[in-house]
T-cell receptor, first 113, second 114 residues
């Protein structure tokens, strides 16, 4: 009965490959986020979706493409992976009309070799 | 100047003592403030939220907010070895047509020594 779940937990792949990460929340939230945490542990927002609509798109390479099929799901597809993409990617969610608290998934550790 | 700044630490605290963590932010339009705890290899876990000036207490945790000084702090009383983690300060700002944006500090690593 995990609140925010992500798959896969670990992802090891070679440069140039294309990969996807999936996120699902069962909290009834309507806003979902992707964050990237680099090796220095700095956590930075990448994208935000509200009711399947993209509302925050930070300065992220076009190789990253988020997609939200419905309010409970948010996916992240990454094309032509580069070494610098190695990081932990966290999904988070919140209720737009609730408080501003965000709840995080367990993370996906991506390693590009 | 970073939007949200924290001392990276490590902050070494004897067991049973009070750990005091500080955070400053640059955007005066910030509306709500959060402390997350992150154990190594785990995801951030929300431990405190504070919206108005003053103190907010929850168990052994007290958050303090001073909007005039753009300063947020977290006190951990009776520190336990299980409190050893990285504590992330996060600041929320409402952006028109773009919803709410949460900006994180770099985190303060806390080590509680038995």
């Amino acid at each position: 009965d995990t609140a925010v779940s992500q798959t896969p937990k670990y992802l090891v792949t070679q440069m140039g490959n294309d990969k996807s990460i999936k996120c699902e929340q069962n909290l009834g939230h309507d806003t979902m986020y992707w964050y990237k945490q680099d090796s220095k542990k700095f956590l930075k927002i990448m994208f935000s979706y509200n009711n399947k609509e993209l509302i925050i798109n930070e300065t992220v390479p076009n190789r990253f493409s988020p997609k939200s099929p419905d309010k409970a799901h948010l996916n992240l597809h990454i094309n032509s992976l580069e070494l610098g993409d190695s990081a932990v990617y966290f999904c988070a969610s919140r209720l737009e009309r609730g408080g501003y608290e965000q709840y995080f998934g367990p993370g996906t550790r991506l390693t590009v070799t | 100047q970073k939007e949200v700044e924290q001392n990276s630490g490590p902050l070494s605290v004897p067991e049973g003592a009070i750990a005091s963590l500080n955070c400053t932010y640059s955007d005066r339009g910030s509306q709500s403030f959060f402390w997350y705890r992150q154990y190594s290899g785990k995801s951030p876990e929300l431990i405190m939220s504070i919206y108005s000036n003053g103190d907010k207490e929850d168990g052994r945790f007290t958050a303090q907010l001073n909007k005039a000084s753009q300063y947020v702090s977290l006190l951990i009383r009776d520190s336990q070895p299980s409190d050893s983690a990285t504590y992330l300060c996060a600041v929320n700002r409402r952006i028109k047509a773009a919803g709410n944006k949460l900006t994180f500090g770099g985190g303060t690593r806390v080590l509680v020594k038995p």
